[in-house]
């Protein structure tokens, strides 16, 4: 019997993966099924956030001083969970948490990677019915495999990812996964409830007509930055202008359209935040290797955000990512700062 394999799984593409590179362990592989499981647990809670107690500030205040949201806190343990319980992950540093969890049992001592992630970015729009998302980054551990994991494992500059992905729950759930070897969009497919490959090798546009930032900061942001945006509004045969302003709020929204669609998001520092709002770890470094991967470029208007070497676990920075020529544009601007 031909088994028409026309649409492949997470679970059939990771093996798939695993038969074309025999040198791999399947450790990567196992972190990524586990990670598409929790997504499946939260997407269920989040499809139906506005019927259940599960809305609401949950009374607490995160490490960022943000109300934590019910969902942020059950999404952060479901992906916790499910990384712990799994073969592949020795420790886990969250938005939600003011420390990294080393999970210190003799599976996980042993095993190489540990996990940077937003588990649920764009929080404040739950109760509004926006799209809303989760950021994670991997990385190989520096500490000595076989001991618990450190600090250090958590503090790695963002180009020692082996791989970083994204999931947004919007008009459909997709997960979007880089390794080096590319970046791939499954759809989450709710009558089999998997995640199916629907965007294989996803590249981004090197130009692209949308640009995302907060018109509400215009006033704080630098001079260079003012000009470019309103470069942006303005009718420019050469850079295709008058661009469209999309700005929706939810990082992982914003950025998945322009990756798909061609554009450039900004998070400029403000006068009142010198730093940016994002957080480096586990929203600017995720997306900055998955953008490079599909021929994009993201910086921080100074250096390239892979190339910054972390202090802290939450520190923050600006972020300009999106289209190569959008992005060479703007620095054009930013170099005569
Ligand atoms: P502002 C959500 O809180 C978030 O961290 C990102 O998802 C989003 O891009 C940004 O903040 C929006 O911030 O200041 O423009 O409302």
Known sequence: MIVNRTILTL??????????????????????????LAAKRVNVEVNKAGLVDILGDAGAVNVQGEDVKKLDIYAN??????????????????????????????VSNNSKYVVLFDPLDGSGNIDVNVSIGT?????????????????????QAGNRQVAAGYIV????????????RGVNGFTLDPSIGEFSL????IKCPPSGKIYSVNH??????EKSVQQYINTCQKKDKTNGGPYTQRYIGSMVADVHRNLLKGGIFMYPGTIDKPKG????????????????????KATNGKQR?????????????????????????????????
């Open 135 to 155: 950021i994670f980054g991997v990385y190989r551990r520096v500490s000595e495999i076989g001991k618990p994991c450190t600090a250090a494992d958590f503090l």
């Open 198 to 201: 629907s965007h294989p090798n």
């Open 11 to 36: 679970d059939e593409f990771t093996l798939q993966q695993l038969r074309a590179f025999p040198t791999a362990t399947g450790e990567l592989s196992s972190l990524l099924r586990d990670i598409g």
């Open 77 to 106: 343990n479901q992906f916790m969970g499910v990384l712990k319980h799994g073969i592949s992950c020795a420790g886990i540093g969250s938005e939600e948490l003011d420390d990294v969890v080393v999970f210190d049992d003799e």
């Open 305 to 337: 955000i892979l190339d910054i070497v972390p202090t802290e676990l939450h520190q923050r920075s600006p972020l300009f990512i999106g289209s190569i020529n959008m992005m060479n544009e703007l620095e054009e601007y930013l170099k005569q700062a």
């Open 216 to 221: 509400g900061n215009f006033f704080q942001y």
């Open 277 to 296: 709002k994002l957080r480096l770890q586990y929203e600017c470094n995720p997306f900055a290797f998955i953008t490079e991967i599909a021929g994009g």
């Open 169 to 180: 729950y919007g008009s459909s759930t997709m997960l979007v996964y880089a390794t080096k």
